[in-house]
């Protein structure tokens, strides 16, 4: 089990920068895939970023690549989304993901067991 908080959204205007930060309770985060994904109004839950447990391996949507980051410290329990060059169309609720399993990194929300509360991102024009 684990629980994840998110923080750092907030108003941006386009072409700015915001990192966002999951912390996860419980000693077991350094076992587990991190996504994250992100949700629109009216529209699906969608995927952003994912990172291996390790660290090691990062996958991102076509979308993001190039401007957005995601890494983790294991040691702090916390995963980060670095968000640059932001855009009116990246406006959503941001959400991380554990998942457990180690299957290999996964955009689908189905493979992911545990969610956070989500954190707003407005991104001006």
């Known amino acids: 089990q684990v629980q994840l908080v998110e923080s750092g959204g907030g108003l941006v205007q386009a072409g700015g920068s915001l990192r966002l930060s999951c912390a996860a309770s419980g000693r077991t985060f350094s076992r587990y895939d991190m996504g994250w994904f992100r949700q629109a109004p009216g529209k699906e839950r969608e995927f952003v970023a994912a990172?291996?447990?390790?660290?090691?391996?990062?996958y991102y949507a076509d979308s993001v690549k190039g401007r957005f980051t995601i890494s983790r410290d294991n040691a702090k329990n916390t995963v980060y989304l670095q968000m640059n060059s932001l855009k009116p169309g990246d406006t959503a609720v941001y959400y991380c993901a554990a998942d457990p399993a180690r299957g290999g990194l996964s955009t689908t929300t189905r493979a992911y067991s545990y969610w956070g509360q989500g954190t707003q991102v407005t991104v001006s024009s």
């Open positions: 990172i291996r447990w390790s660290g090691g391996s990062t």
